[in-house]
């Protein structure tokens, strides 16, 4: 079993920064590809970033330059450094593992709880 606990959101101002951070409990969060998720209000859910398990990261084209997301597999913990922020981004952010267990013979997926950013004046 996976848990993953999303931290760091607030209030910034336009332009400003903020660093989420998701732990994980379990042995496999350092061998899976982690990704950050958002979701504004009245949309779907998007991908924003995703890292794997090597530190290589990828990103949708809205934060590309302004979006940092890396890893500490020592910790457990991803991080995503988001600079330049815009009213644009405010959004609940989630992390997530996606994973193939052989013991379950299927896929699983985890969530952190979420949480909230907010850019404005």
């Known amino acids: 079993q996976v848990h993953l606990v999303d931290s760091g959101g607030g209030l910034v101002q336009p332009g400003g920064s903020l660093r989420l951070s998701c732990a994980a409990s379990g042995s496999i969060f350092s061998t899976n590809v982690i990704g950050w998720y958002r979701q504004a209000p009245g949309k779907q859910r998007e991908l924003v970033a995703t890292?794997?398990?090597?530190?290589?990261?990828n990103y949708a084209d809205s934060v590309k330059g302004r979006f940092t997301i890396s890893r500490d597999n020592a910790k457990n913990t991803v991080y995503l450094q988001m600079n330049s922020l815009k009213p644009e981004d405010t959004a609940v952010y989630y992390c997530?593992?996606?994973?193939?267990?052989?013991?379950?013979?299927?896929?699983?997926?985890?969530w952190g709880q979420g949480t909230l950013v907010t850019v404005s004046s």
């Open positions: 890292i794997t398990s090597g530190g290589s990261g």
């Open positions: 997530n593992v996606r994973y193939y267990s052989i013991s379950d013979s299927r896929y699983l997926e985890f």
